[in-house]
């Protein structure tokens, strides 16, 4: 069964400092997909990326950076010179391409300014 | 905005009552996911349809149902509710039958037991 833990509770940094956020996966699959989604306050959920198990290419989009490593099952995500805006709780989600997403815990980032 | 469109947004009921939420999927999809989010159980799968019939299902309770119908909506119905029913649902879509795509979610509804 896939498991995604998110170990981090609550993170809380001061504006313009770099933050990452941890995720570690466990499957038996060979084939699987990993998401990171972002939960601001107002409670919709954000698409922010998809990885699937045979891209270990790292993933940059402006501040935001994915790091993905089978050799750790990880897939971490780092936030770049935070800001405020970036306040929210981020979940970390795997599926083996069919069906059902398996979420973490989620992590709740704070950013002050 | 993703696409997918959930209404309401907010709902408020007594224990024992029913209630029904709706999705509409981005244009073209044809899955429809729905996921319970609540403090205890964190974002949990309850069930996928795929272009009106049911392919999956996770830990949904016998006392929910859900259907799509043939313009590719959905709707997730609630009965005999419960305090503990109280969290955010939310609908997600997808265009084929597997989730490894983009998968897009609605801004979820609200549900509020009292």
């Known amino acids: 069964a896939q498991k995604v833990t998110q170990a981090q509770t609550e993170i809380s940094v001061v504006e313009k400092e770099d933050v990452t956020l941890d995720c570690v996966y466990e499957t038996r699959d060979t084939t699987y997909y990993l998401f990171w989604y972002k939960q601001p306050p107002s409670g919709e959920l954000v698409f922010l990326i998809r990885r699937n198990s045979f891209d270990e290419q790292n993933e940059i989009s402006g501040r935001y950076s994915w790091n993905f490593q089978k050799s750790t099952s990880s897939f971490n995500f780092t936030i770049t010179a935070s800001q405020v805006v970036d306040s929210a709780v981020y979940f970390c989600?795997?599926?083996?391409?069919?069906?059902?997403?398996?979420f973490g815990t989620g992590t709740r980032l704070l950013v002050s300014p | 905005d993703s696409g997918v469109t959930q209404t309401p947004k907010h709902l408020i009921t007594a224990t024992g009552q029913r209630v029904t939420l709706r999705c509409s999927p981005r244009s073209g999809d044809l899955s429809v996911y729905w996921y319970q989010q609540s403090l205890d159980q964190g974002l949990q799968f309850l069930i996928q349809y795929y272009n009106g019939e049911e392919r999956a299902k996770g830990n949904i309770l016998e006392r929910f149902s859900a259907q799509q119908f043939p313009d590719l909506h959905s709707e997730l119905n609630l009965s005999s509710l419960e305090l503990g029913d109280s969290a955010l649902y939310f609908c997600?879509?997808?265009?084929?039958?597997?989730?490894?795509?983009?998968?897009?979610f609605g801004q979820g509804t609200r549900l509020t037991v009292v």
């Open positions: 989600a795997s599926n083996t391409g069919f069906q059902k997403l398996v």
């Open positions: 997600a879509s997808s265009g084929g039958l597997r989730m490894n795509t983009e998968a897009f």
